[in-house]
C-alpha cells in the first residue's frame, strides 16, 4: 500500500485518503513504504488471514462499515482463539469502481475497529477487479513464547466450552434472505434485526484470550460450524467428544425458532459465522477459567467433554440419544 509515486496515481491518491488516517502505528511508516516492521519484542508473532467475497460471506448490498467490521473482526476472532492479543493487519481490496458514497464509512467503520481492538492498519493493497468485491485482511498478534494455542491438545478429560450463542449468524444470513427463519418471525422486527446484525458484524472475544492461553488445552474459532469445527479440534487432538446438546447455548430468538420447530438444531450447529471459541479445558483448570471469563465479561457455557478415541463427536439430545446429522459445517467446496 505504497503512496510514494509522483504525482499520485488514483490508487495512491485513495490509499491516502482514506486509509492512511488509519495506519497509526510507527511500523506502518505513513504507508509511504512497500513493507511495515512489526517488533516481535521478544514475543511470538501469531498470524492469520481470511477474505470475504460478496455473494459468499456477505451479501450484494451490505452496509460498507459491517463489511470491514466483519473482514476484520473474523481475523480478530482467530487471534483471540490462539490466546495471542492483536498486533496489527494488513489489507487487500478489490473493487469494482472507486465510490466515496462506499469508501468512506468502509474507512470509518475499518478505523473505529482497528482501534478498539488496537489491531492498526500496517498496509496493504488495492486492486480493480470485474467480479466481486473481495476484502482480505491478515492480521497479526503477540502470544509468550510458545504459548500459542493449538487445535492440538485436547485431552480425554477435558471440558468443552463455547462462548456466546450458537447459530445466530445463519439465522441471520436466512432472515437477510427472506427464508424460513425470516417467515416464523413475522413481525418481531427486533429479533430479525439482532440475527441479523450477528451474521453481518461478528463480536471477536479477544477480551478471552489471556484466559484461553492460560487454560485452555485446545482451541479454534467457529467459523464454519460448530459441529464441523468441533470434529476439526478433535482429529487434531487424537480424541472424540460427547455434547449434550441442550447445553448449546442459545439466544431467545434462536431458541423460540428451534421449540416451535421453525429450524432444526442441525441448522444452529451446523451453520457458519458464528466466530464464538470454541475451547478445551482441563478439569483442574476449569475454575480458574470460569473465574477470568467472569472478569473478561465473556460468557462461557460447557457443552460436553473429550473422550479417548477417533470417531466424529456425539451429539446427544435431551434423551441422551445421539442426533444424526446430515451435515457438520459450512463447506466453500
Given at each position: 500500500m505504497s503512496t510514494a509515486s509522483n504525482p499520485p496515481?488514483?490508487?495512491?491518491?485513495?490509499?491516502?485518503?482514506?486509509?492512511?488516517?488509519?495506519?497509526?502505528?510507527p511500523g506502518a511508516f505513513n504507508l509511504d513504504d512497500d513493507a511495515a516492521a512489526l517488533k516481535a519484542d521478544g514475543e511470538d508473532v501469531v498470524v492469520t488471514t481470511d477474505a470475504i467475497v460478496?455473494?459468499?460471506?456477505?451479501?450484494?448490498?451490505?452496509?460498507?462499515?459491517?463489511?470491514?467490521?466483519?473482514?476484520?473482526?473474523?481475523?480478530?476472532?482467530?487471534?483471540?482463539?490462539?490466546?495471542?492479543?492483536?498486533?496489527?493487519?494488513?489489507?487487500?481490496?478489490?473493487?469494482?469502481?472507486v465510490e466515496e458514497d462506499w469508501l468512506k464509512p468502509f474507512a470509518a467503520g475499518l478505523g473505529e475497529d482497528a482501534a478498539y481492538y488496537g489491531c492498526p492498519l500496517l498496509g496493504g493493497d488495492t486492486v480493480s477487479t470485474p467480479g466481486p468485491l473481495m476484502i482480505s485482511i491478515t492480521a497479526f498478534g503477540r502470544v509468550p513464547p510458545g504459548k500459542m494455542v493449538h487445535r492440538a491438545g485436547g485431552q480425554a478429560g477435558d471440558r468443552i466450552f463455547v462462548t456466546g450463542t450458537i447459530g445466530d449468524a445463519a439465522l441471520g444470513l436466512d432472515v437477510?434472505?427472506?427464508?424460513?427463519?425470516?417467515?416464523?418471525?413475522?413481525?418481531?422486527?427486533?429479533?430479525?434485526?439482532?440475527?441479523?446484525?450477528?451474521?453481518?458484524?461478528?463480536?471477536?472475544?479477544?477480551?478471552?484470550?489471556?484466559?484461553v492461553r492460560s487454560h485452555a488445552s485446545a482451541a479454534m474459532d467457529v467459523s464454519d460450524?460448530?459441529?464441523?469445527?468441533?470434529?476439526?479440534l478433535c482429529a487434531a487432538s487424537g480424541v472424540a467428544a460427547v455434547i449434550d446438546v441442550p447445553s448449546i447455548p442459545l439466544s431467545p430468538a434462536a431458541a423460540s425458532l428451534v421449540s416451535r420447530k421453525a429450524v432444526g438444531i442441525e441448522t444452529l450447529i451446523a451453520g457458519g459465522d458464528d466466530y464464538e471459541i470454541l475451547c478445551a479445558v482441563p478439569g483442574d483448570r476449569v475454575d480458574g477459567f470460569l473465574r477470568e471469563a467472569k472478569q473478561a465479561g465473556v460468557v462461557v457455557t460447557a457443552i460436553g467433554g473429550l473422550?479417548?478415541?477417533?470417531?466424529?463427536?456425539?451429539?446427544?439430545?435431551?434423551?441422551?440419544r445421539e442426533l444424526a446429522l446430515k451435515r457438520l459445517s459450512y463447506s466453500h467446496f
Open positions: 496515481s488514483g490508487e495512491d491518491s485513495l490509499i491516502a485518503r482514506y486509509f492512511r488516517p488509519l495506519a497509526t502505528a460478496e455473494g459468499v460471506h456477505f451479501l450484494a448490498g451490505d452496509p460498507p462499515d459491517t463489511l470491514a467490521r466483519k473482514a476484520l473482526r473474523v481475523n480478530l476472532s482467530d487471534l483471540a482463539a490462539k490466546g495471542a492479543t492483536p498486533a496489527g493487519f494488513v489489507l487487500t481490496l478489490a473493487l469494482r469502481a437477510l434472505r427472506g427464508g424460513p427463519a425470516a417467515a416464523a418471525l413475522g413481525n418481531d422486527e427486533a429479533a430479525r434485526a439482532a440475527l441479523a446484525s450477528r451474521y453481518r458484524v461478528p463480536t471477536p472475544r479477544n477480551a478471552l484470550a489471556r484466559a460450524g460448530l459441529a464441523g469445527d468441533l470434529t476439526k473422550i479417548a478415541g477417533t470417531s466424529p463427536p456425539s451429539f446427544l439430545d435431551a434423551h441422551g
